[in-house]
């Protein structure tokens, strides 16, 4: 259950998040994301450049560990995965809710891998996808690929005007029937 993005919004659209704006490390996620996704030609080469960073051995584990999460999503999802083509020049919601997944691993807040899990899958799965993102997070973490946490925080919301004045003491109750 993935489905490939098309970009809808215009070129000058301040909310459109680009893949040059993120770091190394969550560029090469996101890529790593996106050609396992597709069965992309690129997937071996990203594969090489984790395991170059990582080693050979904890670079395997953290490829499995992404790719069993990617897999579980799939089948287990709320709703379809939503992932950029290879090569595409934005970055979708989904693809930074899993960098965030995996930043909330490195920073070792598991309440933030549980909500963010818990957004992504629907909880009729058996597994234990934390375990997963926890130990792939690690791994990326003590090999230097450091995924920056980035909470958002929404736009403050305007007091709504009130539509008649407030009520007194003096005011009578009125009951509803």
Do not use: K, N
């Amino acid at each position: 259950m993935i489905e490939q993005c098309r970009f809808v919004e215009s070129p000058g659209d301040p909310a459109r998040r680009r893949i040059a704006d993120l770091t190394d490390a969550e560029q090469l996620m996101v890529w790593a994301f996106r050609s396992w996704a597709f069965a992309h030609h690129a997937s071996r080469s990203v594969e090489r450049d984790i395991q170059r960073g990582c080693g050979r051995e904890e670079g395997e584990r953290v490829t499995v560990a992404i790719r069993s999460i990617l897999v579980l999503i799939a089948l287990y999802g709320r709703r379809p995965l939503r992932l950029g083509p290879p090569g595409w020049p934005g970055v979708t919601t989904d693809e930074i809710r899993l960098l965030q997944l995996y930043a909330a691993g490195q920073r070792g807040s598991t309440d933030a891998v549980q909500a963010h899990l818990a957004w992504l899958l629907r909880p009729v799965h058996t597994a234990h996808p934390e375990i997963a993102v926890v130990h792939a997070a690690a791994i990326l973490e003590r090999s230097g690929f450091h995924l920056p946490w980035r909470c958002e925080q929404a736009e403050p919301i305007a007091p709504r005007a009130a539509a008649r004045r407030p009520a007194t003491y003096g005011d009578r109750l009125r009951l509803c029937d």
